[in-house]
DNA sequence: GCATAAATCATACTTTGGTATCAGTGAAAA
DNA sequence: TTTTCACTGATACCAAAGTATGATTTATGC
C-alpha cells in the first residue's frame, strides 16, 4: 500500500523531470531564433524569470507538507474589569489548500477524515456511528486505520496530531 | 507507515534533484557538441532559471505555510481580592495567564488542571499516573471529578470543553 | 479542635475503545 | 476485464476508560 504510493508520487517526479526537460529545449529553441535580436533580450530574461518562478510555486503546491497549522485562538478576561479581548485570525485564503496537502500527506480518506473531525468533537463512536448512519463496527474500522495513518495509539492522540496537522480546527 | 511517507518525499526531493542535475549536464554536453560559442550565455540563462525556480518555491512555501505559531498573549487583570499568595504551578509553566479565571470558572484543582492538560496531550491514564508518580486509580478518580466538573462525557468531549474555555493550549 | 476540601489509593464493576480477522459491494483505474 | 481500493459490516476478544463506594492523610479555615 505504501509502496504503490510512493511509485505514484514518484511517477509524478518523473513527469515532472519530463516537463522541466520540454521547457529547458523550448528554452533553447527561442534562444536560438531570437538570439538575433539583441532587444528581445529582456523579453527573454523576464519570461524565463515569470515560467520558473511559477515552475517554483507550482512544484512547491504539489511537493511539499504544510509544517505548523494556525490554530484560532480567542482568549477573554471577565472578572467585573476592564476586558481584553484579541483575536488572531488565521490567514483565511491558503485555509482550504493547506487541508488538501494535509489530507493528502496523512493518507486519509475522505470519510476517514469526516469519522476524524466528528472523533475530534468528543462524540463516541456509537453517537458518530449514528449520525453518519452506519453501523458501530464500521466506525471502528475507519478509527482504526486512522489511528494507523496517524501514528497513534489513541483517539486523543489522534486529536492532537490532528490539530497540528490541521486537519480539523 | 508514517515512516515510508518520510522516505517517500524525501526520495521525491532527491529524484527531482537527480533530475534537475542531469538535464544541467544534458544541456552542458548538448552546447558542447552544437554550440561551441557562447557558453557564458547558456549558464547565464540555466542560473536564471535555477534562481527563479527556487525563488518561486521559495515564494510558495512563504505563501502558504506562513509558520505562524499562534501565540496566546493575554494582559491580566486582577481579580479583587481574590488571588491570594498563589503558588507556582509545576507542570504547566509555560501559560500562566491562561488558566487562572478560566480554572476559578470551571472550580477545577490544580492537580485535576494538570491531569486535564495531559490528557488533551494524548496520553493514557497509565502514562499520566507514571508521569506523575501516583497510581492509575488516583488518575482515574481525578479524570471522572474533571469530567463532572466540565461537564462531559468522555475524555474527548472534556477536551473539546476544555480547549474552548482556554484551559488547555 | 473540628469541619472541609484536596489528594491519594483500593476494589469491583460496567461501558467504551481498540485490534484482529474475515468478507461483500461498487466504483474507478490499469 | 481484471484489479485495486474505499466503504461497509460482522464477530470475537482484550485493553482501557469510566463509575461507584469507601477510606486515609494533610492542610486550611472557622
Sequence with gaps: MALNKILGKN???????????????????????????DHAMEIYIGSIAVIFTSLGIWLALKLTNPKVKTVVVEKEVFIDKLVEKEVFLPAPIQDFS?????????????????????????MSN????????????????????????LDAKR?????????????VA
Design 11 to 37: 511517477k509524478q517526479v518523473i513527469f515532472y523531470g519530463f516537463s522541466l526537460a520540454a521547457l529547458l529545449f523550448l528554452l533553447k529553441w527561442l534562444e536560438l531564433k531570437f538570439l538575433i535580436i
Design 98 to 122: 493547506i487541508n488538501q496537502n494535509a489530507l493528502q500527506q496523512s493518507g486519509l480518506s475522505k470519510r476517514e477524515l469526516e469519522v476524524l473531525q466528528l472523533i475530534a468533537t468528543g
Design 126 to 149: 456509537q453517537e458518530i456511528a449514528e449520525k453518519l448512519f452506519v453501523s458501530l463496527p464500521t466506525i471502528k474500522t475507519h478509527a482504526s486505520t486512522i489511528f494507523e495513518k
Design 155 to 167: 483517539r486523543t492522540q489522534a486529536i492532537e496530531k490532528a490539530k497540528k496537522m490541521g486537519l
